[in-house]
């Protein structure tokens, strides 16, 4: 008889994780596999679908699964989520055709952008997609596709993205959860949930697409093949899954309408769920994890990220968690505002709620007293000020509030989130328990198998730490945000006009 065990399983944009769960929300055992991000020239980010997603999958399988003791028939149901919305073209024995292009950090389809907007119209794509286009969006990056790689076009028979084609891999199932879906925009029409003819000329055909299907849902059962590789049971059903920050919400009880997820990770990303949708080009308008949900999303470009750079870059004579904590506990010594320094942290380009694909980071006021520990709390208050630009863009909106729950690496050791409290003025909750997206993964894992029902996920979700505003450090970084702001408008053009002089020469 099969076991009861739920596996979770996310890949994220530098490492994936794996986690075995119990009905009752214990963790029992966890893996950690780590990868790279391929940055083919500026703009572009990819990874190897085979190679690096599918790996990890079966990696993790095997090392959570090896017997000693659990093995595949221990697993009651699994469920994968993954980086995302990403572009991967398969061909017709659904084999990829080139890397997967990554979600928004991968800027590359700007002149599509502009295209699709002036043929379809800006108030036109709002009104039905509820959202503007942005380099988060798929549709500009599949005409890219067509227009670039015409070769690989010619042999693209499906569509799909990094979190479905693991359930590809895993059942032979091509289906897509809809939060997803909402990206692959203006091929969705948001309001009935449902893919559209009303603007795939623009785009590709509807049939290049995966079914749809909501977070919680059965995709199907693991295939004899992708039992032979990963250790799983035949036909242990698979859920429909997610991107990693729905899965990231849920693993934190972010459920209920006003609840706000922050995700400190490589990039931070931003789920405010939601009874109703609402239209703002600022923001994106998407689908929930559950039927009838809805869910105000938005991304920043470069924020973990960031720190890795400034760690692999400025610290290299430290081992890598060496390293970590010694910029951690240098920019603690640092009081609020960096003696001066100040930096945007769109070294990637940025998302919401400028989506400027061509901007770039700008640390400004330096001077020779200031070192590393400052360029590196002026990374985690820069951060924090875009931070506090996204939760003002939703307030403006009428979205209610209700709660901030912030998660992921960043939180950990407390400095990022209290920074975060300091300059926005808004307290946020640190769950105990910070597992990650996999955690909820294992929860729809456990939904799709029928061993849990929504109501579960109370028992699941632990206590927290509260972490309030200083009121003293709000007032200084209250004068610092309008400088911030004002730092991009004024250096907008100059970056501009360097990207294109960095491209010319490239």
């Not at 990403?86 to 979600?103: H, K, S």
């Not at 502009?114 to 549709?139: C, H, M, P």
């Not at 003696?339 to 330096?366: C, H, K, Q, W």
Request: hydrophobic share 45%.
């Amino acid at each position: 008889m099969r076991g009861e065990l739920l596996l979770g399983i996310d890949v994220g944009t530098y490492s994936s994780k794996g986690v075995l769960v119990t009905p009752a929300g214990e963790v029992v055992r966890q893996a950690v596999v780590e990868h790279g991000m391929d940055v083919p020239q500026p703009g572009w980010a990819e990874q190897d679908a085979d190679g690096v997603w599918w790996h990890d999958v079966v990696v993790l399988c095997r090392r959570l699964l090896d017997g000693d003791p659990y093995q595949g028939d221990d697993v009651a149901g699994v469920a994968v989520s993954a980086i995302g919305p990403c572009l991967l073209p398969l061909d017709e024995a659904g084999r990829p055709l080139r890397p997967g292009i990554l979600y928004g950090v991968d800027t590359r389809a700007t002149v599509e952008i502009d295209d699709l907007t002036r043929s379809i119209g800006a108030d036109e794509v709002l009104r039905f997609s509820k959202t503007a286009f942005t380099s988060q969006a798929i549709g500009p990056k599949i005409l890219w596709l067509r227009r670039h790689e015409p070769d690989v076009w010619a042999r693209t028979e499906r569509l799909t993205t990094a979190s479905s084609y693991l359930v590809y891999r895993l059942t032979g199932e091509h289906v897509i959860d809809r939060h997803t879906a909402s990206h692959f925009m203006p091929l969705i029409d948001l309001e009935r949930m449902v893919w559209s003819e009303a603007y795939a000329e623009h785009v590709a055909p509807l049939a290049m697409l995966p079914r749809l299907g909501w977070s919680d849902e059965r995709a199907g059962g693991v295939s004899e093949r992708a039992a032979a590789e990963t250790g799983l049971a035949v036909a242990t059903p698979v859920a429909v899954g997610a991107v990693d920050a729905v899965s990231e919400a849920l693993s934190v009880g972010v459920v209920e309408p006003g609840d706000l997820m922050v995700m400190y990770g490589s990039t931070v990303f931003f789920i405010l769920v939601l009874e109703s949708p609402l239209a703002d080009p600022r923001v994106w308008m998407t689908g929930g994890a559950f039927e009838g949900q809805y869910a105000l999303a938005a991304g920043m470009a470069t924020t973990g990220s960031l720190t890795r750079w400034i760690r692999d870059e400025f610290a290299r004579e430290l081992p890598p968690q060496d390293a970590y904590r010694a910029l951690f506990e240098g920019a603690a010594s640092i009081p609020a505002g960096s003696d001066g320094l100040l930096m945007l942290p769109y070294f990637s380009g940025e998302r919401t709620p400028i989506n400027d694909p061509r901007a770039r980071g700008v640390i400004a006021g330096l001077s020779l007293a200031h070192g590393r520990d400052h360029v590196f709390r002026a990374a985690l208050e820069g951060v924090a000020h875009g931070i506090a630009h996204n939760i003002e863009v939703f307030e403006e909106l009428g979205a209610p509030i209700n709660r901030i729950v912030a998660v992921g690496g960043g939180v950990q050791g407390g400095l990022w989130p209290q920074i975060v409290s300091d300059v926005s003025g808004r307290a946020q909750i640190v769950p105990d328990q910070t597992v990650g997206a996999s955690f909820g993964d294992a929860y729809l894992a456990g939904l799709a198998a029928g061993v849990l029902s929504r109501g579960d996920l109370a028992s699941w979700v632990r206590g927290g730490t509260r972490v309030v505003p200083d009121a003293v450090a709000n007032a200084r970084y209250r004068e610092d945000q309008g400088i911030f702001r004002r730092l991009y408008e004024e250096t907008k053009e100059t970056v501009h006009a360097l990207q294109g002089r960095a491209r010319a020469g490239g």
